[in-house]
């Protein structure tokens, strides 16, 4: 198995204000791999993959020390177009969060900010990316019914073919599942796996079953530090770390 | 017990609080309403006035009024909604945007007889627009303006913050993310704010007084240097000027019935617009 670097992660240190909040993390995640992020809350994994698409630029009175390379170009460099790398950067957010618009114009928005005008490969765009979020089928007879008239599970699955309408290299889900039942877990995780062949995926969760379900690589984050990175089995199976295994035993979570 | 008898007389006491301020709306209402309704008919909604105000209609006042809130919203709507977004979406939080948010709070408490005031100053006699519906647009816009800035604001803060993170992630830009889905989010709230401007700027009376109202027109405008009647101050002059009182006052409730259904009638017409606008999404 050839595992090719994506993005790396070097020196990072993240600080909200004066609170130091990530230290000094080295991290490599690898092409058409699901890398998972684990650990307690507020050990900072979602503040650190906000980095990789530069969300954390929106807070005020935070600062960022290190580098982050996205195909070995620095994304924080001068010359580097913020919209851009977000474009290639996609994300799925913690809470479903589907603009209050139709179904249709959802998917669409991201290719007409984009710059594409031409309304029939907007279409097919739109059919392709609801069709690899598999959404399609559910979807299909009311494309322009609002979006928020879908369940839980199904926005998750619309923010998913929003992201991907925009044809992304990198998905970073923000513990995607957190406000779902296991059902619509279930199809999102199964989406994930499918996605992996062409995606590099990052994905921060709480629940150890389901880094160990679907990732290829954990890394265990706490309290701002990395602790342990490797395969998903090893570091599951033979944690070297004792404050991995004491959290995966669940002495303390 | 005891308490128990402190609780109703806690909820009685709010409950009296309501139905006092019914009993003053109904009153309003009835008493315009028993006056107003017998000067109303067909003739006085579409003639203009005839013989000192005595006879006629009022249909030059009720167009100039139309014109004046028209116009004042054309203005202050574009402007506020503009010094809204910036606020809220592109300034960084600083202390001086916290002194210029202070300051067009204090523009909102500035008595409207003293925007009329600047209006003469400034638009009837620097500008030399003169007594016109230009002058009186631009006086009540610039009254209204702190009213359409902060509704703007607060319907702009009310957008979720994971709107603008959603759109952002999606490669689009600040602006783009502002202009296609923050503002329509916003845009019901924004509705709302313009409403209740637009029942303030048509019944405002000070800020016309000097720049755009007069008491007598024999015909409708023909431009936006006219001067006009506007319905307000119609009813202001009926009540204190001319030579016949009783047949005057009449007229005066009649004005202020057509004034009130008017406002209610654009209020109307917006909560219309807002529910539908609501109910697409």
């Not at chain 1, 799925?92 to 029939?120: A, H, M, R, W």
């Not at chain 1, 590099?200 to 690589?217: E, G, K, P, Y």
């Amino acid at each position: 198995m050839n595992n090719e670097v994506k993005i790396k992660a070097k020196n990072v240190n993240f600080y909200y204000g004066n609170k130091q909040v990530l230290e000094n993390i080295d991290l490599e995640f690898y092409q058409n791999r699901v890398s998972a992020l684990i650990g307690p809350s507020g050990c900072g994994k979602s503040t650190f993959i906000r980095l990789f698409n530069r969300m954390n630029d929106l807070i005020s009175n935070t600062r960022m020390e290190g580098k982050i390379y996205l195909d070995n170009i620095d994304i924080n460099g001068k010359n580097v177009d913020v919209v851009k790398i977000r474009r290639l950067v996609g994300m799925v957010f913690q809470k479903p969060n589907p603009f209050p618009k139709t179904i249709y114009e959802n998917v669409s928005y991201g290719l007409e900010v984009n710059g594409i005008k031409d309304k029939k490969s907007i279409e097919e765009k739109v059919i392709e990316s609801l069709d690899r979020a598999a959404l399609w089928r559910e979807v299909k007879d009311r494309l322009h019914d609002s979006a928020l008239g879908l369940s839980g599970g199904q926005q998750q699955r619309l923010c998913i073919a929003r992201c991907l309408a925009v044809e992304p290299e990198v998905i970073l889900f923000d513990e995607p599942c957190a406000s779902l039942d296991p059902i619509s877990t279930r199809s999102i995780e199964e989406l994930i796996l499918e996605l992996k062949k062409y995606y590099t995926i990052v994905i921060v969760t709480h629940n150890m079953q389901q880094a160990a379900r679907i990732s290829d690589f954990t890394a265990f984050l706490y309290l701002g530090e990395l602790i342990e990175f490797g395969p998903t089995e090893k570091l599951f199976t033979v944690p070297k770390e004792k404050t991995t295994e004491e959290y995966l035993t669940g002495k303390f979570g | 017990m005891k308490n128990k008898i402190t609780q109703n007389l806690g909820f009685f006491l709010l409950f009296f609080s309501i139905i006092t301020t019914l009993f003053f709306l109904g009153a309003i209402i009835y008493f315009i309403s028993v006056n107003g309704l017998k000067v109303i008919n067909w003739e006085f909604l579409t003639q203009v006035p005839r013989k000192g105000m005595t006879e006629g209609g009022i249909a030059p006042a009720i167009v100039g009024t139309f014109y004046l809130t028209f116009g004042a919203i054309l203005f202050s709507l574009p402007l506020g909604l503009a010094c809204a977004i910036y606020l809220c979406e592109y300034s960084p939080k600083s202390y001086v945007v916290n002194i210029i948010r202070m300051s067009i709070n204090n523009l909102a408490g500035v008595p409207s007889v003293v925007f009329g005031l600047f209006g003469l100053t400034v638009f009837v006699k620097f500008f030399g627009f003169g007594v016109s519906i230009l002058s009186g647009s631009l006086t009540l816009g610039i009254m209204v303006l702190p009213q359409i800035i902060s509704a703007s604001q607060e319907a702009l803060l009310a957008v979720p913050q994971s709107y603008r993170e959603a759109s952002l992630a999606l490669g689009a830009t600040h602006w783009q993310t502002t202009k296609k889905m923050v503002v329509p989010a916003a845009l019901p709230g924004i509705l709302t704010g313009v409403i209740l401007s637009i029942g303030r700027v048509a019944g405002e009376t000070a800020p016309i007084l000097f720049t755009a109202a007069t008491y007598y027109t024999r015909g409708y405008p023909d431009s936006v240097f006219s001067e006009v009647m506007a319905l307000p101050y119609h009813i202001y002059a009926l009540m204190t000027e001319g030579t016949h009182p009783e047949k005057q006052t009449e007229i005066a409730y009649g004005c202020s019935l057509v004034l009130l259904i008017l406002v209610l009638l654009v209020s109307t017409l917006a909560i219309v617009l807002r529910q539908r606008q609501r109910g697409e999404l």
